[in-house]
């Protein structure tokens, strides 16, 4: 062969391979071949990401869809409240009675109990008993023993069930707040609120699905990452938003001066025809996150507004939350809650950051609970009175407790036993269930591990929580991992 012979030759090869590419590319068989031959998930994820974008359209007339195309059995509860009571509250000042620490405040701690436990600060430290500091009362009808730092919270005894036999993995604030959230200390996993709506979708098409608010005051105010409500490698549509307690709830959510909303609909329906047209190309689900971003994003120019606009609250019921609306608090987060959930948003979580308390536990557990204590019964009872509170669980609780041992006037990280409450939709009202030893440090009658709280959330939705799977690097991953974890049956009605 010639030299001139074999450049024709390798012209022509050329030019088939970039027909054949080009052929590929655009119709897009040659994306289809390769998530077929890698078995990916990112294929079948961009797949749902933008039916659920397409279904909504431009105009945005549906709200965002789970991939479950229904329950895996019927649900008890359509949302979740999650109180999260931030930097670990003492189950000894608060929900968990123990009349033999009292008896052995002050004496040294039996080595029987602590040996070889992990323990924060204390480790290798003299250990003394402190007893409770502050006084119980029997309750309600159940005679539930409440500390008096909760005299709001007291009423609801007859309402909730007191998990006191919860146990955790993590010794460390951020940790543990990463392991409460996503049943993995591992960072970039989803979030249980993630896990839920890429599950079941939500129920508004004018708010995100999945809302955070914070507080802070009376303790150390530990630093809460954003990680806590990320949507890990689920796509990053299902991820929390985190809305402000106090001024503008969303940034740059209102439109530019000059800029009317006829115009921003055109600029809206602009973006996302030339989004669609890349993503035909690229079948890719963050293109269609994009999508769904900008049209919730329009919707929130009215539905925010209107959302804090208190104006149509009755004074009485401003009133029994005790706050000024948009003050930032706690109750005001809580009244702002309520409100959520009244618009079909399917996972809230309220933080408040202040349950630290290494030193001055006395008057720090009596301090932090004055800030939570009225907002979280007003919120339970205003929900009850709408005819919400069946079908809505409530969550209250930190990442994990604190030591029976003394650090000076305060008290130590504790992961082994410490106390949660729920109430609402299918869960027993005014029980108690497990217990920890009697100085309230292991975790000794129906213990409950983290992942046995998620197992049961997703249940009261309608989830097996095996069965609600995403596929990730080869593996099926989901919010209870490969670990044992239980629906505890027991707490519910």
């Known amino acids: 062969m010639n030299l001139e012979t074999a450049m024709n030759s390798e012209h022509d090869l050329l030019g088939r391979r970039l027909a054949r590419r080009t052929f590929l590319r655009r119709t897009g068989l040659g994306s289809i071949a390769l998530a077929s031959l ?38 008890r509860i359509k949302r979740v409240i999650h109180l999260c009571m931030a930097g670990g509250p003492s189950h000894l000042e608060t929900f968990d009675y123990k009349p033999v620490l009292a008896e052995m405040d002050g004496k040294p701690m ?63 604030h951020d940790p543990a707040h990463t392991f409460f959230n996503t049943g993995t200390a591992i960072s970039g996993r989803p979030s249980m609120g993630s896990w839920v709506l890429y599950g079941l979708g939500s129920e508004t098409q004018d708010l995100p699905g999945f809302i955070v608010l914070t507080s802070e005051g009376g303790g150390q105010s530990q630093p809460i990452s954003s990680r806590q409500w990320h949507s890990g490698f689920l796509p990053s549509r299902y991820q929390g938003v985190q809305m402000h307690a106090s001024g503008n709830p969303v940034h740059y959510v209102g439109n530019p001066s000059g800029v009317g909303r006829d115009q921003q609909r055109q600029i809206v329906d602009a973006v996302a025809q030339i989004n669609r047209i890349r993503n035909e190309e690229r079948n890719d689900p963050e293109i269609a996150t994009r999508l769904a971003a900008y049209e919730m994003a329009f919707r929130m120019q009215a539905s925010v507004p209107e959302l804090t606009d208190m104006s149509g609250e009755p004074q009485h019921i401003i009133d029994s939350y005790g706050c000024t609306p ?66 809505t669980l409530i969550v209250w609780g930190g990442e994990f407790g604190r030591t029976p041992m003394a650090q000076g006037s305060g008290r130590d990280h504790h992961i082994k036993g410490f106390s949660m409450w729920m109430a609402g939709g299918g869960i027993r009202r005014g029980t108690s269930y497990g217990a920890t030893d009697e100085f309230g440090y292991n975790a000794v009658e129906n213990k409950v591990h983290v992942r046995d709280f998620h197992a049961t959330m997703l249940h009261l939705l309608g989830i097996d929580h095996k069965r609600l799977t995403f596929k990730f690097q080869g593996l099926d991953f989901r919010l209870t991992g490969v670990e044992e974890a239980e629906v505890v049956h027991e707490l519910l009605a």
């Open 326 to 391: 948009g003050d930032g608090s706690f109750a005001s987060n809580c009244l702002l809650a309520r409100r959520l959930a009244e618009r079909g948003v399917r996972f809230i979580q309220l933080y408040h950051r202040g349950w630290d308390h290494h030193g001055g536990v006395k008057a720090g557990v009596a301090k932090t609970a004055e800030l939570v204590d009225r907002g979280t019964a007003a919120l339970v009872h205003d929900l009850k009175q709408r005819g919400m509170l069946d079908e």
């Open 110 to 172: 039996p080595d029987s109990i602590t040996a070889g436990q992990p323990i924060a600060q204390l480790q290798g430290k003299e250990l003394k008993v402190m007893g409770p500091q502050h006084k119980f009362a029997a309750c309600g009808d159940s005679g539930q023993m409440i500390s008096d730092v909760f005299p709001h919270i007291r009423s609801l005894a007859d309402e909730m069930c007191i998990v006191k036999s919860m146990h955790t993995e993590q010794i460390n």
């Open 38 to 75: 890698l078995k990916s998930d990112f294929a079948g994820t961009a797949t749902a990401a933008t039916a659920s974008v397409a279904s909504t359209g431009p105009s945005g007339t549906r709200a965002m869809e789970g991939m479950l195309a229904s329950p895996h059995h019927q649900p």
